[in-house]
C-alpha cells in the first residue's frame, strides 16, 4: 500500500502546476483524499481534499479557493490538484493523505474536511518565484 505525491517544482507567479497523488496497492476511489501543505517555520495547512468517489464533494481552504482545483482519475488511481494564479505565499512542501481503513465515515462539505487521514505520501516542493 503506498500513496505518491509528485509535480512539484519552481514556477513564476501567476502560472500553474498539477500535483498528483497517486495510489498502489488499494483503490483510491473508496477513499477521501486530501492536499495539505507546510511552509518553513509555519503549521502544516489543510487546502482541499475530496471525499470518496461515490459522493465527490469537495472542499477548498480560503487560501486556495478559486484557484485551485483537486479531481480524481479512477481509471490512474489517482487525484490531482490543478494549481492556477500560483502566488510566492504558495511556496510549501505539499501532501496527499488518504483515510485508507479509516476510523470513521468521511464528511466533506464546502465548508468542512473532516476525514480520519491516516495514511500519507511523501510530500513535493512548490516554490513559486520571479
Known amino acids: 500500500v503506498q500513496l505518491q505525491a509528485s509535480g512539484g517544482g519552481l514556477v513564476q507567479p501567476g502560472e500553474s502546476l498539477i500535483l498528483s497523488c497517486a495510489a498502489s496497492?488499494?483503490?483510491?476511489?473508496?477513499?477521501?483524499v486530501g492536499w495539505f501543505r507546510q511552509a518553513p517555520g509555519k503549521e502544516r495547512e489543510g487546502i482541499s481534499c475530496?471525499?470518496?468517489?461515490?459522493?465527490?464533494?469537495?472542499y477548498y481552504a480560503d487560501s486556495v479557493k478559486g484557484r485551485f482545483t483537486i479531481s480524481r482519475d479512477s481509471a490512474k488511481n489517482t487525484v490531482y490538484l490543478q494549481m492556477d494564479s500560483l502566488k510566492p505565499e504558495d511556496t510549501a512542501v505539499y501532501y496527499c493523505?488518504?483515510?485508507?481503513?479509516?476510523?470513521?465515515?468521511?464528511?466533506?462539505?464546502?465548508?468542512?474536511?473532516?476525514?480520519?487521514?491516516?495514511?500519507w505520501g511523501q510530500g513535493t516542493q512548490v516554490t513559486v518565484s520571479s
Open positions: 493523505a488518504t483515510d485508507f481503513e479509516g476510523g470513521y465515515v468521511p464528511a466533506v462539505t464546502s465548508t468542512e474536511c473532516d476525514v480520519d487521514f491516516n495514511y
Open positions: 496497492g488499494f483503490t483510491l476511489d473508496y477513499n477521501a
Open positions: 475530496i471525499n470518496r468517489a461515490r459522493s465527490g464533494t469537495k
